[in-house]
């Protein structure tokens, strides 16, 4: 297997991605934007392509100054836990009986345990939600849920909302796992995420592949 970087510099290399780069470059130089640009690609420094076992799917980065830091859904420690996070939160609560070892927001454990936490587009514009989407982001995000389905077996896809839950037909259904709900934002969070209980499957899914549980 591969390792991430032989992935992303082969992504690098096409052109839809140079241009990309040179448009998320100049939107850097001229507009405040997150994550930090050295955070960019952290969901893949931090979870290992030959640890992998998990994917959980975001759309883009938090627009918020400070909160983005190249993880889906996850934010630093010092800050106060966005409102699809505290419901992501609640229902590991619910389903595990116990509070999540992440309940300050932090992701960065679940990543190193194995947990890919891939935003579907990698950068934002402050205080102007989707403001990078269909500039490229998109065409290399889906080509890594490509490669994870081509490349790995056995791996668990949980999809929340209707934009993760369309990247579906990336996914060779016959090789992983999809677990799909609805979006854990307040706005839908009471239509079905809540109840869902995805980490304790998730879980028992990876203990029947006989790999080692999350720690969620």
Not at 19 to 32: A, G, M, P, V, W
Not at 107 to 121: D, E, F, K
Not at 143 to 149: D, E, R, V, W
Not at 196 to 203: T, V
């Amino acid at each position: 297997m591969n390792s991430w970087e032989e992935v992303i510099n082969l992504e690098k290399q096409k052109d839809y991605y140079k241009i990309l780069k040179q448009e998320i470059d100049r939107r850097y130089e001229t507009s405040r934007v997150f994550p930090e640009q050295n955070d960019i690609f952290r969901a893949f420094s931090l979870t290992k392509l030959d640890n992998l076992k998990v994917v959980i799917l975001g759309q883009d980065p938090y627009h918020g100054f400070g909160q983005a830091q190249g993880l889906a859904f996850s934010t630093p420690a010092n800050i106060k836990n966005p409102p699809s996070m505290q419901n992501i939160l609640k229902e590991i609560y619910e389903d595990l009986g116990k509070p999540s070892v992440c309940v300050n927001g932090d992701l960065s454990p679940w990543a190193r345990q194995g947990v890919l936490l891939l935003n579907t587009v990698l950068t934002v514009e402050e205080a102007k939600a989707g403001s990078h989407q269909k500039l490229g982001w998109e065409v290399f995000t889906d080509n890594i849920i490509k490669y994870i389905s081509q490349n790995c077996s056995d791996m668990i896809f949980l999809l929340w909302g209707t934009p993760a839950i369309r990247k579906k037909e990336l996914i060779d259904e016959t090789k992983h796992y999809i677990l799909t709900s609805v979006h854990p934002s307040p706005l839908s969070a009471y239509r079905g995420f809540f109840g869902c209980k995805h980490f304790s499957r998730a879980n028992d899914i990876l203990v029947s592949l006989k790999k080692e549980a999350i720690l969620w």
